[in-house]
């Protein structure tokens, strides 16, 4: 027993001796030194920048002729307007800018997609000859869109919902194809109309500088006078033509730009 009270007494000042020799090193060499981990890392997503990409989707749209098909001395009826529904495929590309201010993101954009959108339609004939002269076939194609606009949208991080609204144009073709052209010539004309568009999109961020999108389109064309002219050029046609076109599509973007893609701390 006065072994292991000695060996405890012995313990208990050995204990105190270095405690009291841990205190005057630190009295002339100070406290030691602190060793910090590495820093952490926050990266905050932003839409700040510019961006090109690709799309494609489909569209389908109406328009309406009001003109007479066949413009003849005995043509003294008021025609009746054609109406003609079409429909297809699109494609193409689109470049633009983003700026983010907290959850706003202001930005604008210009598209333009090749496009094989079809329709067709019987024209009656208004002459006073139209019991004897059946009626043409009306074929309209559409084979470019564009449009030019300002977008505003609300960021939730990697998720955008945005508008948008400006100028649209549109590539078309027509033909009034008479089944008895010995009777009635076929006429033919192209023109790039120029309207206003309004639309809505979705786009998510799945990678840093990747985003896909989704996207409706309303493009609008007031009637605008058109003047066709028959395979010889030996006659004229002034119609006016009015038309209206929705596009669907899903896109994906390359972002670059004067701001990095996050905000490190």
Known sequence: MKKLTFASVG???LAAALRTAAAADADVYGPPPVVYGPPVTVV?????GFYFGGHVGGGWGHKTESGNPYPFVLDTITPSPASV????????GQIGGNYQIGSLVFGAEADV???NLNGNSSCASTSLLNGALPPANCKVKVEGVGTIAARLGVAFDR????GKGGAAWASDKYSF??????LLPTFNGSETRWGWMVGVGL?????DNWSAKIEYNYLGFN???FTFTDTTGSFFLNNSIQQQLHVVKAGINYRWGWAPVGVRY
Do not use: C, K, M, Q
């Not at 529904?85 to 193409?92: A, K």
């Not at 194809?177 to 010995?182: G, K, L, N, Y």
């Open 11 to 13: 313990l208990i000042a």
């Open 44 to 48: 905050l997503f932003t839409w700040t």
């Open 85 to 92: 529904d079409f429909n297809g495929w699109l494609g193409g």
């Open 113 to 115: 997609s090749g496009a």
């Open 159 to 162: 998720v955008l919902v945005y």
């Open 177 to 182: 194809t008479s089944v008895t052209p010995t």
């Open 203 to 207: 786009e998510y961020a799945f990678y």
């Open 223 to 225: 009637t605008g006078n």
